[in-house]
């Protein structure tokens, strides 16, 4: 049996000082647009649609379901 997809899950990158709050322009979510559970990497798009492949264990141990932004935003 496979892992759990990671697409749609995120992550973001923005100043140490400061909380993420959703909509912060100080503050870039990264987004998993492809997963193939065979892959050792998912694809992640940034705010730019550059995409990357990132290790798909530091994805799960970073990454976060794609409900907890919409937490965030409030």
């Not at 990497?41 to 940034?46: K, L």
Request: negative net charge.
């Amino acid at each position: 049996m496979s892992a759990p997809s990671l697409l749609h899950h995120w992550y973001a990158l923005g100043p140490a000082d400061t909380p993420f709050r959703a909509g912060d322009p100080d503050w870039a979510v990264h987004r998993i647009v492809e997963d193939d559970p065979d892959a050792p990497t998912v694809q992640i798009e940034n705010p730019a649609g550059q995409r990357f492949p990132l290790d798909r264990a530091l994805a799960r141990s970073i990454a976060l379901p794609p409900a907890d932004i919409e937490r965030t935003s409030r």
